[in-house]
């Protein structure tokens, strides 16, 4: 039997989605591992004791990719339509969570990979 072809029509509109995710993250993931290799290979110190930060935001058609390495954060501020007044309102929403070496999870989450979290000193101690 031959599937609806508004079903079909839809399964293709989600293989493309799926498709365009697939190359929309894998740049963004891209973006961060070129980054890192940049650095290290131009790096004038050990940049391997070094923290780090890194946000991209980036929008394709209707939808918001975000990636986000270290304690930086992106937001979204939108307007909101108030019909009660003429003054606009704005609504902002955190898109990404810090990567904080205070915080539990994340502390867990950097010696469970090998690495450690101590402040660095310099050559008085």
């Known amino acids: 039997m031959e599937p609806d072809p508004e079903e079909k029509d839809e399964n293709y509109k989600n293989s493309i ?5 697939r190359i ?3 740049a963004l993931y891209n973006s961060v591992i070129r980054a890192q290799y940049e ?3 131009n790096a004038v110190f050990n940049v391997h004791l070094s923290g780090t930060t890194f946000t991209s935001v980036f ?3 209707n939808l918001l990719y975000t990636a986000n390495v270290g304690d930086s954060r992106s937001i979204l501020i939108s307007q909101v339509d108030d019909n009660q007044s003429n003054v606009p309102r704005l609504r902002v929403k955190q898109l990404t969570t810090d990567h904080k070496p ?5 502390r867990d989450r950097i010696i469970n990979m090998g ?3 101590a402040q660095a000193q310099d050559f008085r101690g």
């Open 17 to 21: 989605l799926a498709r365009d995710d």
């Open 24 to 26: 929309i993250t894998n």
């Open 115 to 117: 690495g450690r979290v």
């Open 59 to 61: 929008f394709s058609g």
């Open 39 to 41: 650095l290290e290979k």
């Open 102 to 106: 205070d915080s539990q999870k994340e």
